[in-house]
């Protein structure tokens, strides 16, 4: 392990800390347009997005848009789209980053219910893959190449 913590320091990556919740979901704090919140890691969802409460507090424009959201138990929901936003993940940084937006309540809602914190929105695969993620489950770190 410690070899490849090596490489990975010598091939740039920068290296994010995150807790698992006891959801087993992966928590991590993210900055979008310089503004701190609490997002979901996961590996499953398409696209990184937030909640339609969000909007204001991350200083995002959001845009209308056709597509509709699935996921986490429920389908065909509204969404629009925020383009050139700021994402910081520690030191990870990505200064053109598209968000969905849609309702994020179902997915509070069960948090709460298993008496977990609500979250602001989901980091998803479209960051993993840009940042060539590395998820170290066992000691908590996430790997992004920049």
Do not use: R
């Not at 990184?48 to 200083?59: H, I, K, P, Q, Y």
């Not at 629009?80 to 968000?99: P, T, V």
């Not at 069960?110 to 489950?137: F, R, S, T």
Request: hydrophobic share 40%; charged share 20%; net charge positive.
């Amino acid at each position: 392990m410690k070899n490849l913590l090596n490489i990975l320091k010598k091939e740039n990556y920068k290296k994010v800390k995150f807790k698992i919740t006891t959801t087993k979901h992966v928590l991590i704090k993210a900055k979008i347009n310089g503004v701190l919140g609490n997002f979901i890691l996961d590996t499953g969802a398409s696209n990184s997005c937030v909640g339609f409460e969000s909007v204001d507090l991350f200083l995002l424009e959001a845009k209308k848009s056709k597509t509709k959201a699935s996921g986490a138990g429920a389908t065909g929901m509204h969404t629009q789209l925020a383009l050139k936003n700021k994402l910081q993940l520690g030191s990870w940084k990505d200064s053109n980053f598209e968000l969905v937006i849609f309702d994020l309540s179902h997915v509070n809602e069960a948090l709460v219910q298993h008496k977990a914190q609500p979250v602001h929105g989901i980091i998803g695969a479209d960051i993993l893959m840009k940042g060539k993620a590395i998820v170290d489950y066992y000691n908590h770190y996430l790997y992004l190449l920049k």
